[in-house]
């Protein structure tokens, strides 16, 4: 049987969204995880209050991939959840493929909710003889038969230009904001470590009622960046860095060396939505007097981390999402800003 929302709780239980057995438009909701985030999906889903439809998720000897839904979707309402964080092309070709079986298992509406969407930083090319890989990430997505992509903070508003298919770009910001928010120094300054963060730090900047500072970055390689200056006051400051990602913690660092050199209390604060963390990126953010790093499960983050995170869930606003999505309610304040 199909994991309907509502079945069983027709008076939903606290902290669970209404969800009727049956949509206003007539359809069975059914949640179904790919392997990128299953903590994530099973928050979503105990807020729904459905569970995560069954699915096999298998290599063949030869590499290829191997899926199954094990549910009735005919004329279901489907949402399903993975972000393409690394390792980003198997996370990216699995979420095909379900999208694929879905469709032809009958799936009335197809949703994607891609809390991280991988690919993003290549939305335009930098030099000659480079592919637009966003552009090929979204169109891969949209061939595969999804109907609508939910994605959280992309790394640029512009990439919905990409998408053929509706793309509803959700913000964690207004959650990593209160959750900074209550230890928040008086003398804090917000960050924006290169160009690009400028208008996330300008965001922040009005919520919390802050100045704002800018690093001006170059990126040297995909692991290597410098900062070649700062713009703003930060002499006797408590930084706060913003940013959309943290990949390598490269950015990261060599914004706070420029703080600190600066004059910065050497207080730091460092918020993100997407924490990859890949390559060198713990050794390089536990090297750093950081003393709150506050991130999404936007991926999945191991549990064994050697590195202090707080980590802002995003079960909440996702799942809200989808009750709205299924009951064709406005998505209002859970949108991003342009
Ligand atoms: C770049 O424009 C992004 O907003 C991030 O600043 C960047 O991707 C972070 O990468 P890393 O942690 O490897 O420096």
């Known amino acids: 049987m199909p994991p309907q929302l509502g079945k069983g709780c027709r008076t939903p239980r606290r902290g669970r969204l209404a969800i009727p057995l049956q949509g206003l438009i007539g359809m069975s909701v059914t949640l179904i995880s790919g392997s990128a985030n299953p903590a994530l999906a099973e928050s979503v889903a105990a807020r729904l209050g459905v569970k995560a439809a069954g699915r096999v998720l298998e290599r063949f000897p030869d590499g ?6 094990q549910e009735d979707l ?20 699995e979420l095909l493929l379900l999208a694929d079986a879905c469709r032809r298992a009958g799936a009335a509406r197809l949703t994607a909710v891609v809390p991280y969407f991988g690919y993003a930083r290549q939305d335009r ?36 230009g990409f998408f053929a298919v509706p793309l509803e770009h959700l913000s964690a910001v207004p959650l990593l904001v209160e959750a900074v928010r209550p230890a928040l120094p008086e003398r804090a300054v917000i960050v924006a470590p290169d160009l690009g963060a400028v208008k996330l730090a300008e965001r922040y900047a009005r919520a919390l009622d802050r100045p704002v500072a800018t690093v001006h970055k170059v990126r040297l390689s995909g692991e290597e960046v410098r900062a070649r200056g700062l713009v703003g006051e930060v002499r006797g400051r408590a930084p706060l860095v ?97």
């Open 125 to 160: 090319r930098a030099r000659g003889g480079e592919p637009v890989g966003g552009r090929v990430a979204a169109d891969l997505i949209a061939a595969s038969g999804l109907h609508r992509v939910v994605a959280v903070d992309l790394h640029t508003a512009a990439l919905e």
């Open 74 to 93: 005919r004329g279901h309402d489907v949402y399903l959840l993975q972000p393409t964080g690394p390792p980003v092309d198997a996370h990216l070709l």
């Open 242 to 338: 913003v940013d959309d990602m943290i990949s390598t913690g490269g950015t990261i660092t060599a914004a706070i060396t420029t703080l600190l050199a600066a004059g910065c209390v050497p207080e730091v604060t460092v918020v993100a939505s997407h924490a990859l963390l890949v390559g060198p990126a713990v050794e390089r953010l536990g090297a750093q007097p950081i003393r709150r790093l506050i991130v999404t499960d936007s991926v999945a983050i191991p549990r064994d981390l050697p590195l202090r995170l707080e980590v802002a869930g995003l079960g909440p606003l996702l799942a809200e999402a989808i009750d709205a999505l299924h009951h064709e309610r406005p998505l209002g304040r859970l949108l991003a800003e342009g």
């Open 64 to 69: 290829e991939l191997h899926v199954q839904v």
